[in-house]
């Protein structure tokens, strides 16, 4: 298990695995997995679209990011697979069987708005602050 004393200091570890609290959940290698799978096109709008509209059925997604069925269920597995989504299962008022939705998990909410969202804004503030054709 990762000793995080030099990370609680605030120097920098020789372990990157050093930097996770001791109690961690999860290893650096799963939090690397959710990165790398939010780092697919396909994968990340799906992320977006939970994080930023709710809870979606297969159909809503399907119909907001223009995919296939086939094609959308093999990202959301892949989403699935390292906790960022979650599949919920119901019943709907006056109708018959089970309807599926999916929804970010809070390890979802985070990678995408701490990771790549950020990473975005980061840029947009970058290029606010360099900009050279606007007078002061």
């Known amino acids: 298990m990762a000793t995080n ?3 609680a200091n605030g120097e920098l ?3 990157p695995e050093e930097l996770l609290p001791n109690d961690s959940i999860l290893s650096l290698d799963e939090y ?16 977006y679209r ?4 709710g809870e979606m059925s297969p159909k809503e997604l399907e119909e907001a990011i223009q995919i296939d069925d ?7 597995n892949k989403l699935l697979n ?3 989504v979650e599949k919920r299962q119901r019943t709907e008022r006056g109708q018959d069987g089970l309807y ?3 929804r970010a998990t809070v390890f979802g909410e985070v990678t995408l ?12 503030a970058f290029g606010e602050m360099y900009d050279s054709s606007v007078e002061e």
Do not use: K
Request: no cysteine; glycine share 8%; aromatic share 8%.
């Open 32 to 47: 690397l997995e959710m990165h790398a799978a939010v780092g697919h096109r396909t994968r990340y709008e799906i992320l």
């Open 113 to 124: 708005t701490e990771g790549v969202d950020e990473l975005i804004r980061g840029e947009q």
């Open 70 to 76: 086939s094609t959308l269920h093999y990202h959301l």
């Open 82 to 84: 390292v906790s960022l």
């Open 50 to 53: 939970l994080v930023h509209g």
């Open 100 to 102: 599926t939705y999916y």
């Open 13 to 15: 570890p020789d372990d």
């Open 5 to 7: 004393s030099r990370a």
